[in-house]
């Protein structure tokens, strides 16, 4: 092995990272079949099961809704969100089950700000997610009617959006605008890419996240998490007092 390869390895921990703390995972993708999260029943059930195994005690899973792609609305996923606790009481599993949404900043996302149409959890917290291809032209006046209207806005995995990865003063911008940030916890694994890596570590130096979300889809994911529990920098976000996944 190189050098490098070394280097890299001494770098994990040696015990992987307690997550009971949290209580709580607020960002996944667990009611089956309307969005590209878990398929079927017995994946969410199965991912639930190893969630509980890890210390979760709830999870707020939050379906995407997007205009173009996943046309999901708040009665589809409170359908969706009734059949998986019915399915978790009859499997026995203790953990409690909420569902709300990830919204993408879409053409279709600004009329449900005016309408104050948007599924909130918590301290009236919305989670929402950019387009990957470049930020929406819109984006400052959207944040302000939504926090105009009370809402206070989380924003999905900001580690994953590389046309900022050059550009760290604007996630900073975001902060300075009481913008709560949500890390993808297997971003800290590399899955995404050494800049993801990189720039999650960065935003956690400097004490920028709020919360931590599995973003679960799929046992893949699962796998990916476990792997994370060894990273150093996840210790020190746990440590750091900053997150509020516990009072959700």
């Given at each position: ?75 589809i996923i409170r359908k969706g969100e ?123 130096d400097a004490g920028m996240i709020d ?38």
């Open positions: 092995m190189s050098l490098f390869g070394n280097w890299f390895k001494k770098k994990k921990l040696e015990k992987p990272v307690d997550l009971s703390p949290l209580v709580t995972d607020m960002h996944s993708h667990l009611i089956p079949g309307i969005d590209d999260g878990a398929p079927d029943m017995p994946t969410v059930l199965g991912l639930l099961k190893q969630m509980t195994g890890l210390g979760f005690r709830k999870i707020i899973t939050t379906p995407h809704i997007m205009a173009d792609l996943y046309k999901n609305n708040e009665q009734a059949e998986v606790r019915k399915a978790i009481k009859e499997a026995g599993l203790n953990i409690e089950f909420k569902a709300v949404a990830e919204y993408l900043v879409d053409e279709g996302f600004a009329p449900m700000v005016k309408e104050k149409n948007l599924m909130t959890f918590g301290d009236n917290y919305v989670l929402i997610e950019l387009p990957y291809y470049s930020p929406p032209q819109n984006l400052s006046e959207l944040l302000f009617e939504m926090q105009v209207a009370g809402y206070k806005i989380i924003l999905a995995h900001p580690e994953r959006y590389v046309y900022w990865h050059g550009m760290f003063s604007k996630l900073e911008e975001l902060k300075d605008r009481e913008v709560f940030f949500q890390l993808n916890t297997i971003s800290l694994s590399g899955y995404y890419s050494l800049s993801t890596k990189k720039i999650s570590e960065k935003l956690i919360f931590l979300g599995s973003d679960m889809h799929s046992f893949q994911y699962f796998k990916l998490l476990e792997k994370t529990l060894y990273e150093p920098a996840l210790e020190k976000l746990l440590y750091s007092g900053k997150l509020k996944n516990q009072n959700l």
